[in-house]
C-alpha cells in the first residue's frame, strides 16, 4: 500500500524538477574583458582596502615568539635551513607570534603542534603535525627549548624584511599577501 504513495510522490518531485521554475540556470559566459580581470588579480579597490592588513600580516611575519605548554623535552637551533639542528619530542598547545607564513593564510597567535624526531641540515628522521602551525623561514634564525611542561620558541626571518619592503611599493615576493 505505502509502495504507490512513494512511486507516486518520487514522480510528482521529479515533475516538479521539470518545470521551469526550479531549472538550474545556464551556465554564463564570461566577457573577455571579464576573464583577463580575473586572471589579473585583485582590483584596486581590493589592493587599497588590503593594503594595510597585509603590510601589518608582513611584519608579523619578521619574528616567531611563541610559547608552548605541554608534555615534551627537545631542544633545536637554527642559523637557516641548511644549518639546524633539532632533537626531541613534545605535543603542544602555543600562543604568540607565528613568523612567517608562506601562504596567504590569517596567522592566528595560537595552535597546537606536535613533533618528534632529529633533524640536523637536510636530513631530517622527524615527524611534525602542525596543520597550518608554524612553519621555519629558509633563512630562519633562531631557537627552541622544551623543558616537560613549558617550551619556547624564538626567531627571526630576514628574508620577511625584503618582503616588507618590496610590499609597501605593492610586490608580493613571498606570495602571501591576501
Same mark, same amino acid.
Given at each position: 500500500m505505502r509502495r504507490p504513495f512513494v512511486a507516486l510522490a518520487l514522480l510528482s518531485a521529479l515533475g516538479a524538477c521539470a518545470s521551469p521554475g526550479l531549472r538550474p540556470a545556464p551556465p554564463v559566459a564570461l566577457a573577455d574583458d571579464a576573464s583577463e580581470e580575473l586572471e589579473a588579480g585583485p582590483s584596486v579597490v581590493a589592493a587599497t582596502l588590503l593594503y594595510l592588513?597585509?603590510?601589518?600580516?608582513?611584519?608579523?611575519?619578521?619574528?616567531r615568539l611563541r610559547l608552548r605548554v605541554g608534555p615534551g623535552f627537545g631542544a633545536g637551533v637554527?642559523?637557516?635551513?641548511l !644549518? +639546524? *639542528?633539532?632533537?626531541?619530542?613534545w605535543a603542544t598547545a602555543f600562543v604568540g607570534l607565528r613568523g612567517p607564513r608562506g601562504e596567504t593564510r590569517v596567522p592566528w597567535p595560537f595552535g597546537f603542534e606536535t613533533y618528534a624526531g632529529a633533524e640536523l641540515s637536510i636530513l631530517d628522521l622527524s615527524t611534525e603535525e602542525s596543520g597550518p602551525g608554524?612553519?621555519?623561514?629558509?633563512?630562519?634564525?633562531?631557537?627552541?627549548?622544551?623543558?616537560?611542561?613549558?617550551? !619556547? +620558541? *624564538?626567531?627571526v626571518e630576514p628574508l620577511e624584511l625584503l618582503d616588507l619592503l618590496a610590499g609597501l611599493a605593492l610586490f608580493d615576493p613571498a606570495g602571501d599577501d591576501f
Open positions: 592588513p597585509n603590510r601589518v600580516f608582513d611584519l608579523l611575519d619578521l619574528v637554527r642559523a637557516t635551513e !644549518a +639546524d *639542528v633539532t632533537l626531541g619530542g608554524p612553519g621555519y623561514g629558509a633563512a630562519e634564525i633562531g631557537l627552541g627549548l622544551h623543558l616537560l611542561l613549558i617550551g !619556547a +620558541d *624564538v626567531g
